[in-house]
Nanobody
Framework: QVQLVESGGGLVQTGGSLRLSCAAS???????MGWFRQAPGKEREFVAA????????YYSDSVKGRFTISRDNAGNTVYLQMNSLKPEDTAVYYC?????????????????WGQGTQVTVSS
C-alpha cells in the first residue's frame, strides 16, 4: 500500500501563489503521481501528473503555464507550484498514485489517494 499526505493548501487572493506538497510512503511503488481537484458540485478534474522515473510531466489545458508539478525522489515528495491563481482554481486538491507507468488523466486510473487539501482563491 501507498500512503499519501497532502499539505500546503489555504486561502490566497487572485494572482497569488501556493505550493502543495504530497508526501508518499509505503511499500508499493507508484510509477505516476498526479494532482486532481474537485470543486463543490463538480466532477473530479485532472490537474497534472509526473512520472517518478524520468520526470515526464503532463498538464491540463486549464493550468498549463501557471502550475508546475515536480518531485523530490530522495524525499518521496511531489509538489504542485500554483502561480497566477484564479477564483476558478478554488477546490479540494488531491494527490494520487498510479501503479501503471503510462501517464493518464482519468481519476479512475489512479490507485492511491490522499485526503485532500482545500485551496480557496478570493476575487
Amino acid at each position: 500500500q501507498v500512503q499519501l499526505v497532502e499539505s500546503g493548501g489555504g486561502l490566497v487572493q487572485t494572482g497569488g501563489s501556493l505550493r502543495l506538497s504530497c508526501a508518499a510512503s509505503g511499500r508499493t511503488f507508484s510509477h505516476i503521481m498526479g494532482w486532481f481537484r474537485q470543486a463543490p458540485g463538480k466532477e473530479r478534474e485532472f490537474v497534472a501528473a509526473i512520472r517518478w522515473i524520468g520526470g515526464s510531466t503532463y498538464y491540463s489545458d486549464s493550468v498549463k503555464g501557471r502550475f508546475t508539478i515536480s518531485r523530490d525522489n530522495a524525499g518521496n515528495t511531489v509538489y504542485l507550484q500554483m502561480n497566477s491563481l484564479k477564483p476558478e482554481d478554488t477546490a479540494v486538491y488531491y494527490c494520487a498514485g498510479r501503479n501503471h507507468p503510462t501517464l493518464r488523466s482519468e481519476w479512475q486510473q489512479y490507485n492511491y489517494w490522499g485526503q485532500g487539501t482545500q485551496v480557496t482563491v478570493s476575487s
